[in-house]
């Protein structure tokens, strides 16, 4: 039986908290609890896919994870060194290998630069190259993206959403990275425009062997591309499994929630949704226990007092609740392994 593979991207105990200043001298009054100490281990080749509402902390997670922000605390490995606490000097070679493609293809973009440019900086800052190559290597990329070379001379407002998107994936993969944070990459675009940009990234990731972290709110869209799918709440990572385990059989009420939530295709089914009752608490006052509690239709006296930890219950699943695996349980080892 030959080993696991040992993971390309991994944190341990990641946590994020900002904190809230307040009066004429700025002093921290309290912290918002964006991440609050999860585990991620993404295999190479795989697209681990991170649901949940917004101010969950899906982005803070990605974007720690490609150190665009650093952590309060917690551990995070990529190809197995530590790279929480390298300086801007020491992580420029390692930034080569990890890219991230933001949620708004217009924002993301310099308006004052051409396509050209924009795909081309990456490599200058990396000293990939001369002028001459540059220029080729964005031809190719562009056509790799599905867009013509010709579109290197233009300018970001002269492209459609779906195109801008793609520019940012060409950008992406200028230099040729290994991990790909993907932040919500199709929620800004048409129903028919998601679809090709996520067959687009499929098939990108199989021509160059990428890994993807892939950040959305959508359960549909990550169906379509994940492996496995992770599923926080508050901060809190609630559910991770295999996706064909967790769409088949979700553990957690929040994860169930969400998949009912889902249109059904064929307009003669009815859907049975579970409406999540009440607003979702705030990060910088969580609630005890389970962060849920709160909002469960489940709720029992134990869930208010003990928060719940990930345990496993099927092969490949884990869920955190009280309902699921109750507190006498012996805790097996952390999901992210």
């Known amino acids: 039986m030959s080993a696991p593979t040992p993971p390309l991207i991994e944190a341990v105990g ?46 803070t997670t990605g974007r720690m994870l490609v150190k665009l922000i650093d952590p309060t605390a917690g551990r995070i490995l990529f190809e197995g060194k530590r790279i929480e606490g390298l300086d801007a000097a020491t992580m420029r070679p390692v930034r080569r290998h990890m890219q991230i493609i933001f949620q ?36 190719e990329l562009l056509e790799v993206v599905g867009l013509a070379p010709y579109h290197a001379e233009r300018f970001p407002h002269e492209f459609s959403g779906g195109q801008r998107q793609r520019i940012g994936i060409a950008r992406a993969l200028a230099v040729r990275p290994k991990l790909v944070v993907c932040d919500e990459p199709v929620s800004a675009l048409d129903v028919s425009i998601q679809a090709q940009v996520i067959n687009l990234l499929k098939d990108l990731q199989k021509d160059f062997g990428l890994t993807y972290l892939f950040i959305s709110h959508d359960l549909g869209v990550v169906r379509h591309i994940s492996d496995r799918v992770m599923v926080m709440y508050l901060g809190k990572v609630v559910e991770v499994a295999r996706k064909r385990d967790l769409y088949a059989d979700p553990q957690h009420p929040y994860t169930q929630a969400l998949l009912s939530a889902i249109p059904l295709p064929d307009p003669k089914r009815r859907s049975r949704r579970k409406v999540i009752p009440g607003d979702i608490p705030s990060p910088a006052n969580p609630p005890s226990g389970c962060r849920f509690h709160t909002r469960c239709p489940h709720v029992m006296h134990v869930c208010r007092e003990v928060e719940p930890h990930l345990m496993q219950g099927a092969p490949h699943h884990w869920a955190a609740c009280h309902l699921v695996h109750p507190p006498s349980t012996p805790r097996p080892a952390p999901a992210s392994v």
Do not use: W
């Not at 002093?27 to 964006?34: E, G, K, L, N, P």
């Not at 081309?120 to 080729?136: N, T």
């Open 14 to 59: 990641l946590t994020k908290h900002f904190p809230v200043r307040t009066g004429i001298f700025n002093r921290s009054a309290s912290v918002v609890r964006a991440v609050d100490g999860i585990d991620i281990a993404i295999p190479p080749g795989e697209t681990l896919g991170l649901v949940g509402e917004s101010g969950c902390g899906k982005t």
């Open 104 to 139: 708004d293809p217009y924002g993301s973009l310099n308006p004052r630069m051409s396509v050209q440019d924009t795909i081309a900086e990456p490599l200058e800052i990396l000293k990939i190259g001369d002028a001459r190559s540059r220029r080729e290597q964005v031809r």
